[in-house]
Structure formats: structure tokens, C-alpha cells
């Protein structure tokens, strides 16, 4: 399958771009990196769009790298420019020519990439893992690869170690994809359109909470170390930049911050999973008669059914008015600082605020929605926009539409808000990357919180309990119900 010679022209590409780039440069005289950077007041950056790297949420940058990068770009007092970039041979290619300062996007150190780039402190170390989905293919050893269709990335250092098995297993072949992220790979895997991929471990678990079918079948090579790169410089131009790295990169493992983003992006988080239905009628008996009152109030002022703003606390903070989240969201309603700031929200722990300033924001969503979208319908876009963000929910609108489906109807947009998390439908977005699973799982946790409220009240006066909600939804949101 040429795997072999791909493998050789893709590093002679490289080695050759990057000669001559060195004599183009070797004619000019040396300019240290760290001072260019500093002189232009902008640290730039090319990294790839991703759940470990970067994306947007809630209209707000972020991702494992962003972050870390953000920080970097803080401590050297110069703004952060991220420039997102599909595949791993755009990126490679674009930090050798220059056309950013470094790359940041789970880059391994390898020995080929050593040969064209200087790497900073290693911040991470995972392992490469072979992973495959239960329901169509399992293995656990490397010869039961043999026959299998199995894909990984070009120009990945998952390439170079199979490169290297091949030699004691001459029959193991494999395809690469050059024009796709991990998430294509996973999603290939998910369909049953592969059978095996590899991944570092740490997009295992940021990801495995969407894929619950997925298996580890078996670990391979050397653990790897992920670094931030440069584009390499032989007259000692990144000494300085490589220094601060060092420095930077020592400060946040001393306060223990590196520790807590690691453990906020990749350690799995039980929030993300379906709240049981017991567990939430124990919190209502324990919790919520000593806010029902508060949150009666707050819900008369807004014109909202008490039940409905109290299933959207419960799942944004299990009625918790000191919750905090990694990302920094706190309170009943789980605000951001800007989102508190710009409702007038003075304290976020204060539960009566919080939850004025969550129905407002709700309110304020609902308002900004399109009119062509209509009640029940606008209730759940609202609450979704509440989650994501009302750029990605256009996003997802638009998808719906192009592939067929009604941009107004919930039913149809929640089928199309997952495609956001992969690269071949994202690219065609404004917004870019979202986890587009999330609030079609908030969505439907927040109608079922609903509606246990709603039967319990009901049954306290002996009425029958009904066989769906829209039985005895208010009319603002059961208005076309059997559109859903």
C-alpha cells in the first residue's frame, strides 16, 4: 500500500522546505525569536481545532492547549493569536515555513520531527493506544491486526511506530488520512467504517465519554511526549523563547495549575453522563423545599413556570448555589464572570441572582432566536443556546438545512448539532469546532427533570399521570408539541 515511500517523500518534503528555508535564512542576519515576539506584541500560534486543542464554547476560546497557551502568551506580557489548521501535514508544513511562531496541538517528540524543529519542555506524557468499538471488532494482540482495516493519521507518530512494527510484522498494513482530525478517525471507528485506529491516551479519555462502545485493545511503543515546537533554528534564535517555556512550564507544574487542566480536560466527568432518575427525586426531597420558594419567585417575575426554571437549575447545579465548575462557571445557574457581569449579576453565590440572572439570560436567549421558530420548539433552542452558545447553534441550523432537514424544529437540529464535533462538517461553520452532544443531552435532561416535577405535582392532587408531558405543559411551551 506504499506506506513506506509515502512515509520517506513526506520527510524529504519536510527536510528539503526546511533547507531551504535555513539557507534563505543563513543570508539574513540571525533574529532571536523571543524578541520578535515580544516586539510585535503577539504570540502566534498554529494548533489544530479540537477537544484537546482548542474551540470555542459559549462564544469563548478554549480547549487543553488554548489554555496552557493562553497562560504562556500572559507570562511573556503579548497577546494570544490562534490559527486553527486541518491535519497534521498543514500544520508541520506551516511552523516550518514560518508562517506562525510555534505549534501547540499534542505534538509528539519524535525522532523525525527533531530533525526540522525545536521542541520546548514536554508538559505531558501518553501512551499510544489501539483502540476498537466492541459491537464490530476486537483484539488484543498485535498479530490480530493483520487483515484489518486500520487508519491513522499521516505524518502522526502513531505512522512512525507502525512503521517500525511492519518491520517485525512485514503483513501488517495500514491507511493514512491526510486531511482529517482525531475526532474523523473516532467517528470512522464509531460507524464501523474501520476497524482499529490509534489515539494518545489523553483524546482517549477526553473523548470517551461520547464513544461508550470504544475498547483499548493494546498499547504501542514508547509512551510519547507532547510539546509545544518551533520551527528549528541552528544559530540559536530559540534559545531565549525555548528558556521561557522552561520557565513557564516550571511555574504551573510548582502552583499545581498544569495538574488541574490536565485532570479538567481529560479525566472523565461523571457530569456528562445521564443523571438517574432516582438520584434526582432524592435531590428534590433533600434540596429543593429549601429553594422552591426563591425559585417560585424569581420564576413569577419572569414569566416562566417554576417547574421549568427548576429543572434547568437542577442540571446546571443540582441546586447547589456554591457550585463551580473547572471552566469557572459558579452558582445556582452556573454563570460566567462575563455573562454575571453583563446581567447585572453582582454575586454569583447569592441564589436569588443567580437565578434572576439565569432567567434572564434564558429570556434574553429566547428573544434573540429567529421568529420562525416557534414554541415548544423555541424553548428547547433557547435552553440549547443557553448550553453552547447561539453561534454554534446557527451553525447547527444551518447544517440541518443544507442536509435537508428544518432549521426550526428541534427534532431536526438535534440531529445535526453532533456533526459539529466532526472536522468534515465543521470546517463549513463560522463558529468551527463544538461538542455538539452536549446540549441535545442537556436539553433532554432538563425536559425530563420537567416532567418528574410536573407528575409529582400532579399526583399530589390524585391526577393520573400522564403518558408524555405535553399533557400538562403551559401553553407557551406546549404549542406544538407534536413537532417534536
Not at 504562556?72 to 514560518?98: R, T, Y
Not at 511492519?166 to 471507528?189: A, K, N, V, Y
Not at 521561557?244 to 499545581?256: H, L, Q
Request: hydrophobic share 35%.
Amino acid at each position: 500500500m506504499g506506506v513506506s515511500k509515502n512515509s520517506i517523500i513526506g520527510r524529504l518534503f519536510f527536510l528539503v522546505l526546511f533547507g531551504a528555508l535555513t539557507i534563505a535564512s543563513g543570508c539574513k542576519k540571525p533574529e532571536d525569536s523571543l524578541e520578535r515576539i515580544k516586539d510585535a506584541g503577539v504570540l502566534r500560534v498554529l494548533t489544530r481545532n479540537g477537544p484537546t486543542t482548542y474551540y470555542e464554547s459559549q462564544g469563548r476560546p478554549t480547549g487543553f492547549e488554548y489554555h496552557l497557551l493562553k497562560g504562556f502568551a500572559d507570562h511573556l506580557s503579548v497577546e494570544l493569536e490562534m490559527i486553527p489548521v486541518v491535519g497534521l501535514d498543514e500544520l508541520l508544513a506551516g511552523v516550518v515555513e514560518g508562517r506562525a511562531d510555534i505549534a501547540a496541538a499534542g505534538l509528539s517528540i519524535t525522532p523525525e520531527r527533531v530533525e526540522y524543529l525545536d521542541f520546548g519542555p514536554s508538559y505531558m506524557t501518553v501512551k499510544q493506544l489501539f483502540i476498537y468499538n466492541r459491537k464490530h471488532v476486537r483484539f488484543s494482540d498485535v498479530s490480530e491486526l493483520v487483515g484489518k482495516n486500520l487508519r491513522v493519521l499521516s505524518h502522526s507518530y502513531h505512522a512512525e511506530i507502525l512503521r517500525k512494527m511492519q518491520q517485525e510484522l512485514p503483513e501488517l498494513s495500514w491507511s493514512e488520512s491526510r486531511d482529517q482530525e482525531t475526532i474523523d478517525l473516532l467517528e470512522m471507528l464509531n460507524n464501523r467504517e474501520i476497524d482499529a485506529t490509534m489515539v494518545d491516551s489523553n483524546e482517549f479519555h477526553a473523548n470517551r465519554a461520547f464513544y461508550p462502545d470504544f475498547r483499548i485493545g493494546l498499547s504501542a511503543g514508547q509512551p510519547g511526549k507532547l510539546a509545544w515546537a518551533a520551527p528549528k533554528r541552528k544559530n540559536g534564535e530559540n534559545t531565549a523563547l525555548l528558556a521561557a517555556m522552561d520557565d513557564y512550564f516550571n511555574a504551573i507544574r510548582s502552583s499545581g495549575q498544569l495538574a488541574r487542566l490536565i485532570d479538567r480536560f481529560f479525566t472523565f466527568n461523571e457530569r456528562q453522563s445521564y443523571i438517574r432518575t432516582q438520584t434526582f427525586l432524592q435531590m428534590k426531597e433533600m434540596r429543593l423545599p429549601e429553594y422552591k420558594g426563591m425559585i417560585e419567585q424569581v420564576a413569577i417575575e419572569y414569566d416562566m413556570d417554576w417547574r421549568f426554571l427548576a429543572a434547568i437549575s437542577y442540571q446546571e447545579s443540582f441546586w447547589n448555589p456554591t457550585a463551580k465548575s473547572p471552566t469557572g462557571v459558579r452558582g445556582m445557574m452556573m454563570l460566567t464572570t462575563p455573562t454575571a457581569n453583563e446581567l447585572g449579576v453582582e454575586d454569583r453565590l447569592d441564589p436569588l441572582q443567580s437565578l434572576r440572572g439565569g432567567a434572564r439570560y434564558y429570556k434574553k436567549l429566547m428573544a434573540r432566536l429567529p421568529i420562525s421558530i416557534e414554541p415548544p420548539d423555541r424553548s428547547w433552542f433557547a435552553l440549547a443556546a443557553y448550553n453552547i452558545g447561539l453561534g454554534h447553534l446557527e451553525d447547527a441550523r444551518i447544517l440541518t438545512e443544507r442536509n435537508g432537514g428544518n432549521p426550526n424544529l428541534w427534532k431536526d437540529v438535534k440531529e445535526n448539532l453532533p456533526l459539529l464535533r466532526q472536522r468534515k462538517w465543521y470546517k463549513q461553520t463560522r463558529y468551527g469546532y463544538a461538542r455538539g452532544d452536549e446540549p441535545v443531552r442537556y436539553v433532554e435532561n432538563i425536559r425530563s427533570y420537567y416532567s418528574l416535577l410536573t407528575w409529582d405535582e400532579l399526583n399530589r392532587y390524585r391526577v393520573p399521570p400522564p403518558r408524555i408531558v405535553s399533557d400538562y405543559l403551559p401553553d407557551h411551551l406546549n404549542r406544538g408539541f407534536d413537532s417534536l
